[in-house]
């Protein structure tokens, strides 16, 4: 069963369509992947850390490199994880919501995590016969930028490849982070809480092009919410929001202000996975 949609643009909007007719690049496909509807029993996952409904677990980065898992996790989730945007930005039927999966993918040795994104984005296209186009609208954002007295993140002491270690404990976020770009460090903080994180989003304005080795903790509890509280209701935790974790630690500062935001429209997915494909 499958459902379309179709979106209506304003000829000045700038319109990009995602075609299907090639095949991926066989270095961009996961080496094995299973999908199914998620019942009453949970996604197999790593031994070494529990199941969260609707979050990527595994991949670089983490303990389990070579495999992903997804339990209970909707549609629309699996797109915003594969293109990198939120959940505003992704338009389409309902069942982008309301139907929910159970994935474990084996990842190609070596893989980097936006290799692993390209993948699961090929995954949708095979399975779901995902089709959508990109549009783009002015909208609220918040700009990262470089305090007065410059960046307080050290060069990295090496040229491997990155590497983001995230750790919660009481409410405190960790980012543990090695050879990251500024990029790394907004896709770390920008998508940790998909269920409350607000609309707004982060754009790089630090002109910072190189590596660096950096930790980040704050308040998990302030992220989303500080992006509509005062300054004086912030005051009134004794933790430390993202804001002001980024500023009194990295030497960075968000503040608000207007840019072009990436939209995805939905044309068309399928409700029920398909059988592996090869592609020829």
Excluded at 122 to 146: A, C, D, P, Q, W
Excluded at 264 to 272: F, G, K, N
Aim: proline share 5%; aromatic share 4%.
């Amino acid at each position: 069963m499958s459902l379309c949609t179709g979106a209506i643009l304003l000829a000045c909007c700038p319109v990009v369509l995602w075609a299907q007719a090639q095949a991926p690049d066989p270095a961009l496909v996961f080496e094995a992947a299973s999908l199914r509807p998620s019942g009453s029993a949970p996604v197999d996952s790593d031994p070494n850390a529990a199941v969260s409904a609707g979050r990527r677990l595994g991949g670089p980065g983490t303990s389990s490199p070579g495999r992903i898992f997804y339990s209970r996790t909707p549609l629309r989730r699996l797109i915003m994880d594969a293109y990198q945007v939120q959940s505003e930005q992704v338009s389409g039927p309902e069942l982008l919501d309301s139907e929910k999966f159970d994935i474990t993918a084996n990842v190609r040795k070596g893989a980097t995590k936006d290799q692993v994104d390209l993948m699961l984005q090929n995954l949708l296209k095979e399975r779901f016969k995902l089709t959508l186009h990109k549009s783009t609208k002015e909208g609220l954002v918040y700009e990262l930028t470089v305090v007065k007295g410059g960046s307080r993140m050290k060069a990295a002491a090496s040229s491997e490849r990155p590497e983001i270690r995230m750790a919660r404990n009481n409410g405190l976020q960790r980012r543990t982070c090695r050879a990251c770009s500024i990029a790394d460090l907004i896709r770390s903080v920008e998508g940790f809480d998909p269920q409350r994180l607000a609309p707004e989003r982060i754009v790089d304005r630090t002109g910072l092009t190189g590596r660096y080795d950096f930790t980040l903790e704050f308040e998990s509890s302030l992220t989303s919410r500080s992006l509509k509280l005062s300054a004086l209701q912030t005051q009134a935790h004794s933790g430390e929001d993202i804001f002001t974790a980024l500023e009194k630690q990295l030497g960075l500062r968000l503040k608000q202000g207007s840019g072009p935001v990436e939209l995805l429209i939905v044309d068309h997915i399928e409700r029920t996975p398909g059988r592996k494909l090869r592609w020829s």
